[in-house]
């Protein structure tokens, strides 16, 4: 039985592609579910898929830190 592919070769441009599609797609999304209550459970369970998601390609960025100045957020 075939595996999964655990490699992928996206750039920082296809990230930044799929992360905006699903952005718009979570906020559609929460506008449909603010405007038509009947169908909350599906539409509820997408947007905390799409959340989730989001969250998990957030905890893999890497974020820039100057190694040779102190750090000064903000």
Do not use: W
């Amino acid at each position: 039985m075939p595996g999964y592919n655990t490699k992928f070769d996206l750039s920082v441009e296809d990230l930044d592609l799929i992360e905006a599609a699903l952005r718009r797609k979570k906020q559609e999304l929460a506008a449909r579910n603010h405007d038509e209550v009947p169908d909350a459970g599906e539409s509820c369970a997408n947007l905390r898929g799409i959340h989730d998601l989001l969250g998990r390609i957030h905890n893999q960025k890497v974020f820039f830190r100057p190694r040779n100045a102190p750090y000064i957020g903000g």
